[in-house]
Every structure is written in C-alpha cells, then in structure tokens.
C-alpha cells in the first residue's frame, strides 16, 4: 500500500476543514495527557506541584481561637513546603523533570487483538511479532531478525494505541507508554534524559514493548531542524534505536498521525523499519465494532447495528465507541431501560458535526461515488498498459471521497506514450462513468481533478514528447518554450484537446461494452465500500464468463 499511488489524489470534497482536538474532546474522546489508560497504571511521576491549600486568616478576628487557627495554618503551610521540597530534591537528584512514562505489568495488560476489531489485515501483520515476543529463540536460533520498531500510522481514534496495547497483551510482556509531546522540553538535554530513562526501563523489562504515542512531536522534520532540544531528544532516539539488538526482546512500537512529516532517519531499516498503516473500518469493522461496544450496554429492539454500520462510512473506532456512548448516557439520563435507534441518531448527529472533515457519505454519495470510481476501475481493467488496480475504495480517506488505489508493476524508468495515453483513458473513466449513468449535467465536481491530471499529462505529451506533432505545429520546438506565440498557443491546445479527446471516447466504449460489469462493481463498492483486486476481478468479468 505504501508503494501505490492514488488516481483520485484529489477528489475534493471542500466542505471538510481538519479535525480540531478541541471537537475531539466535546465528543469524549480520550485526553492523551491525563493517561486516560486505565487505573492500574503505575506512574513513575513525581510531581513537585502538590495542590495543597492553606487558608487564609482574617486578622481582624484574633483571639485564642484566631491563634490556634494560625498556629495550625502555619504547620499546614510548613508541611506543605517540606513535601514540595522534597518533590523537589528527588527531581533534581534524578534531573529536572523525571519521565512521564507508565510502565503496565504484564498481569494489567488486559486488551488482546481480540478487543481489535475491523482491522484483519494489520492483526495479520503483527502476528510474526507477536509470535517473536512470546518465542524469540525460535527467531534468534536461526539467525532472522525481526524489525526493532514498528510505525503505526493512521487517524486519530483508529485504534493505534489499543493495537499496541494488544500487541503487549497477546505477547504476555509488559507495557511501557510514553508520548512524544512529553519529550518536548524547553531546556535543552531533559527530553533526551527522558529518552534514556525509557530505554533504561525497557531493558530492565524486556521483552517488553515500548510505546512512543505521537511520535512526530520530536522526530519530525522541521522540529528536527529548528529546535536543538528537540534536535537532541530525536538524536537520543536514535542512538537508543541502534543501541540495543533485535534480539533483546525489545519492541518499539511509535504511532503518529502525521508519518510524512517524519525525520527519514528515524524510520530507515534497524530503526522504525517496519510502517503498518492502520485504516478506518470499513462497513464490516464498524459492524464489528459497534456489536462490541454495544454488547456492553442494553439495546432496545429497534437498534439496528447494520443499518448504523452503512450509515457510519470514514468514522473511526473511536467515533463509534463515542456515538453508543453519548446515546447511553442520554437514555440513562431520560431513565430510559435501553439505548434506542432515537438516541442513537441523536447522537450521531452530535458527532457528525463535531467530525465536520468527514461527514458520512449519505447513500446518494455512495452510489454516484460507487459509479466514479468503478468508471476508474473498468477502465484501467480493460486498458493495456495501465498498473493494475490494487483497490478501489468509496470510503473518504483525507480530502478525497474515494479512491482507486494503483500498484505499479514495475519501477519505471522509461515508459511508453501508449501507457501513458491509458493513464488518461483511466483518468477519464471516472467522469465518463458518471455521464452515462446520471447524464451530462449531473456530473459532479469531484470530476475535476481528474480532468486537471488528465490535461497535464496531455500538456506533458505534447510539449516534451511530441504527440500530435505535425507540420503546422512541429516550429514550436523551435521556439523558446516560455515564449510560445499566440498563434502557436492555439495549435498545442487543439493537439492537448485531441488527446484528451481521444481517450474521453475510448473510455466510453469500454464502459458502454462493460455496462452491466459497471453496474455489479458499483453496487459491489456500495455494498463492502472497499474492492481488493480480486474482487474486482470477481465483480467483473469472471462473472460476465460465470454467471
Ligand atoms: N478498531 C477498533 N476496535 C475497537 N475499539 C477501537 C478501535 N479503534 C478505536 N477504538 C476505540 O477507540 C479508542 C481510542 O482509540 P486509540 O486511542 O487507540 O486511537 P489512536 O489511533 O491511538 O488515536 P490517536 O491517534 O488520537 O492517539 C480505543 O481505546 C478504543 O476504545
Ligand atoms: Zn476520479
């Protein structure tokens, strides 16, 4: 998946701004920094800041009383600073500001892959990890070595921290739990101290797994650049990577929501040398999901998990757990005896616009979505020369509403203009699906960054490669390419319009010849949101021959 691109890079849907973390915490969703865990964690903080009140004495009301009072106020006040110093001496006998790390026993680590639902394909991932925590002679005996550190990337809420969490609890080997933003210090030295500090306990624990949440808080980029504490505190990172062998039984696991905008160093092979990308749920995970969540809580019997599970495209686990939660507490708080479909749709509108980014698709959306992207989908199936498709999808991912995700062959240093005349065909498949099934003037705008692509390319063909060269165009190369006249203006557009002409034609014959192949992979992307290859081939022209 990290090797294929996306045809639709950028099927807007604008009415989406960012999440903000403050919509985020409306709606429940943990608080990172209040170690939101669960209670058995064992702090290894100690924090100098005890909130001890003293009150304050009215001078005007001396007596004996007003004596005693002040006497015991003083001997508060006393206690209060001796317990601050202290705080204060241990901190600064083990450096300013001791690491925020929780350390989970192995008998606490309750949560198993099990507990992870609608995520099949990264469990299956894990499983030589896993399976390395539990056995790692098998693994060391033959001399393999397994990746040292692991990236979780992913959305907010889609479950990265609980699948490091299971990973732990399937292994049987404690968990140790730090967050990037805890590294982030304003002296320069203390992040990095911070760092040691985990490791140091890492190895005391091991096998353990570490767990680094956020990590591009220092290992990103820029920071990398333009702070040297951070600069540091990465670099301890990194030294604390290579410092330890495979065979230690240590796994780092990180989790950001931001992987591009990590340092290159921190995910080379030996360090973070393995990404897993953890994917929103697609219809079946959310049905799963919401059966888990709701086994917890009592359903009236006109709650129905199928219907909740189509109408919930591009929310996460979390949203989910949220929406059952919301609903809950509002029955409790109306002494209603069960969570109904009314309480539920109550608080799935309370999310929705909480999410705002990516409201659901509703099934209007889902269905000329369906028909795009399998436009894109039949084309490429039926044209020589384009990449296969790897999957295609309906489910909103970022800016784009869907995307028909493509692998390439091969790497490509060369390639032909016929192949990259299929690219245009494939481009022009999302557009030419929507016109035949809605008609001309209910194409949607998500069409126009295909067609922007689709022209650049052309504009690519006829400006460096030559397609559509003639005798009254050919003097353009003779011309300085920033200073093309007017007239020759004219003659390169007719040449890019022909192009694109030309594949716009051949993508409609083949979607007119595979109509009915349209329709099933259409209605097949409605139904499961995502299309393996395989299935695509199913829904395809296996079932033209079979069925
Ligand atoms: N796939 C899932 N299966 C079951 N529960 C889930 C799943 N995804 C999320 N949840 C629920 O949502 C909660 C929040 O998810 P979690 O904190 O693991 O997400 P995250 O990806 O680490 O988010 P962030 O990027 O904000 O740290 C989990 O504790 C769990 O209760
Ligand atoms: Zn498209």
């Known amino acids: 998946m990290l090797n294929s691109y996306n045809i639709d890079s950028g099927y807007h849907n604008n009415i989406i701004p960012p999440i903000s973390s403050e919509h985020k915490s409306d709606y429940g969703y943990k608080n990172k ?19 001890i009140k003293v009150s304050v004495i009215d001078g005007n009301k001396r007596g004996l009383w007003g004596l005693l009072k002040s006497t015991i106020g003083f001997l508060i006040l006393v206690a209060a600073a001796s317990v601050y110093l202290e705080g204060v001496s241990q901190n600064v006998q083990k450096g300013i500001g001791v690491s925020n790390k929780k350390i989970i026993p192995v008998e606490n680590v309750k949560v198993t892959l099990a507990d992870v639902k609608g995520c099949d394909e990264v469990k299956q991932e894990l499983e030589e990890i896993i399976d390395y925590l539990k056995n790692s002679d098998k693994f060391t005996k033959i001399g393999a070595k397994l990746p040292k550190g692991i990236l979780l ?4 809420g889609t479950g990265k921290t609980l699948i490091a969490r ?23 030295g203390v992040g990095a101290r911070r760092i040691r500090e985990l490791f140091q306990a890492a190895k005391k624990h091991a096998p353990c797994i570490v767990f680094i949440d956020e990590i591009d808080a220092v290992g990103s980029k820029r920071s990398n650049r333009d702070n040297s504490a951070v600069r540091m505190t990465l670099n301890q990172l990194l030294v604390e990577l290579d410092g330890f ?21 921190l995910v080379r092979p030996g360090r973070l040398d393995k990404t897993i990308v953890v994917p929103l749920p697609d219809i079946n995970g959310r049905y799963e ?32 757990k949220n929406i059952l939660n ?9 002494g209603k005896k069960a969570v109904d479909m009314n309480a539920i749709e109550h608080s799935f509108d309370r999310v929705v616009v909480g999410l705002q980014r990516k409201s659901p698709l509703n099934d209007e959306e889902k269905n000329i979505t369906a028909y795009h992207e399998g436009g894109h989908t039949l084309v490429n199936f039926y044209t020589n020369g384009s990449d296969p498709v790897h999957k295609a999808t309906i489910m909103p991912r970022g800016m784009s509403l869907g995307v028909t995700w493509k692998i390439p062959v091969s790497d490509k240093y060369s390639q032909k203009i016929k192949d990259v005349q299929s690219e245009i065909d494939v481009l022009m498949g999302g557009l030419v699906s929507e016109e035949i099934i809605f008609g001309k003037n209910n194409v949607t705008t998500g069409c126009s960054s295909d067609l922007q692509r ?4 052309a504009q690519s063909l006829v400006m460096n490669y030559g397609v559509g060269i003639n005798e009254d165009n050919i003097s353009m190369f003779l011309q300085d390419k920033k200073n093309i006249s007017e007239d020759m203006k004219i003659k390169i557009d007719k040449s890019i319009q022909k192009i694109l002409l ?34 695509i081939k199913l829904n395809s022209f296996l079932c033209t021959i079979w069925c």
């Not at 990337?153 to 907010?156: I, T, Y």
């Not at 039984?249 to 990590?262: R, Y």
Request: glycine share 4%; with cysteine; net charge negative.
């Open 33 to 51: 920094k209040a170690g939101n865990i669960n209670n058995d964690v064992y702090s290894l903080q100690i924090n100098p800041k005890n909130p």
């Open 454 to 457: 689709a022209t650049s390319i």
């Open 153 to 156: 990337s992913g959305e907010p």
């Open 289 to 320: 999901i919401l059966k888990m969540y709701s086994s917890k809580i009592i359903l009236a019997k006109d709650v129905d998990l199928h219907v909740l599970s189509r109408r919930t495209v591009g929310m996460t686990g979390a949203d989910l």
């Open 502 to 535: 030309d594949s716009y034609n051949r993508a409609k014959k083949v979607l007119h010849e595979h109509i009915d192949e349209l329709h099933r992979v259409a209605s097949a992307l409605v139904e499961y949101e995502t299309l393996s290859s395989d299935e």
């Open 326 to 334: 919301i609903a809950a507490i509002k029955c409790s708080v109306e």
């Open 166 to 188: 299971a990973i732990a609890g399937e292994a049987n080997v404690p968990f140790l739990q730090a967050s990037g933003s805890e590294f982030e210090e304003m002296f320069v």
């Open 245 to 265: 062998e495979q065979n230690e039984g240590i796994v780092v696991i990180c989790a950001t929501n931001f992987p591009q905008s990590l340092d290159k160093a």
